[in-house]
């Protein structure tokens, strides 16, 4: 098995490239230990001393390391715990959550809004924050501001807020007159 490896605009991210499909459908941010328990993926990968987060997305793993830790020792064993898993068989994620697609119900008088945001976020933003190692999950809209969750390589990346502000902000008040504002949530 050969992983490539890529860089991410984020410094304290690599996004890993096994080559074969990590997940079926949508994704699954484990931003700590505790939250990767119910992946046998991510608690191989949380077992290497300096990982701080592990994002799954269909044919990626992104792992955001501590400051302190050089990717020069980390690298090496993130590739072991990734082959390993792999070697496995078992799955990703145990049970029947295989990672969420990133959206939140939306029903009232915005539904057709909500609507127009979700599509151009799945077909324009979504692809393009994939390819950097991250998401961007839709969390809602009020008075024309929209509420974004960034995962992945996104979240904590020095250049989230300029991707917010002037990119997907932009984006969506250009097709959409009543967005206002994007926000990001925690």
Same mark, same amino acid.
Request: hydrophobic share 40%; charged share 20%; proline share 6%.
């Given at each position: 098995?050969?992983?490539?490896?890529?860089?991410?605009?984020?410094?304290?991210?690599?996004?890993?490239?096994?080559?074969?499909?990590?997940?079926?459908?949508?994704?699954?941010?484990?931003?700590?230990?505790?939250?990767?328990?119910?992946?046998?993926?991510?608690?191989?990968?949380?077992?290497?001393?300096?990982?701080?987060?592990?994002?799954?997305?269909?044919?990626?793993?992104?792992?955001? /390391?501590?400051?302190?830790?050089?990717?020069?020792?980390? /690298?090496?064993?993130?590739?072991?715990?990734?082959?390993?898993?792999?070697?496995?068989?078992?799955?990703?994620?145990?049970?029947?959550?295989?990672?969420?697609?990133?959206?939140?119900?939306?029903?009232?008088?915005?539904?057709?809004?909500?609507?127009?945001? /979700?599509?151009?976020?799945?077909?324009?933003?979504?692809?393009?924050?994939?390819?950097?190692?991250?998401?961007?999950?839709?969390?809602?809209?009020?008075?024309?501001?929209?509420?974004?969750?960034?995962?992945?390589?996104?979240?904590?990346?020095?250049?989230?807020?300029?991707?917010? /502000?002037?990119?997907?902000?932009?984006?969506?008040?250009?097709?959409?007159?009543?967005?206002?504002?994007?926000?990001?949530?925690?």
């Amino acid at each position: 098995m050969f992983i490539q490896t890529e860089t991410t605009p984020n410094p304290a991210t690599l996004k890993f490239l096994p080559g074969e499909t990590v997940l079926g459908a949508g994704t699954a941010d484990f931003p700590n230990a505790e939250a990767g328990q119910k992946s046998p993926l991510a608690r191989r990968i949380f077992a290497i001393e300096g990982v701080t987060a592990v994002f799954l997305g269909r044919d990626f793993v992104t792992v955001t /390391k501590a400051e302190d830790q050089p990717w020069d020792h980390l /690298k090496p064993s993130i590739l072991g715990a990734i082959m390993e898993h792999f070697q496995s068989g078992a799955d990703a994620i145990e049970g029947e959550d295989n990672g969420s697609a990133g959206h939140a119900e939306h029903s009232g008088p915005d539904a057709e809004i909500v609507g127009q945001i /979700k599509e151009l976020l799945d077909t324009r933003v979504r692809p393009a924050v994939a390819q950097d190692g991250g998401d961007i999950t839709f969390h809602g809209f009020d008075r024309g501001i929209v509420y974004l969750h960034m995962q992945g390589a996104c979240a904590g990346c020095p250049s989230s807020t300029l991707t917010l /502000k002037m990119g997907i902000e932009n984006l969506l008040r250009h097709y959409i007159p009543e967005v206002v504002e994007v926000r990001p949530v925690a």
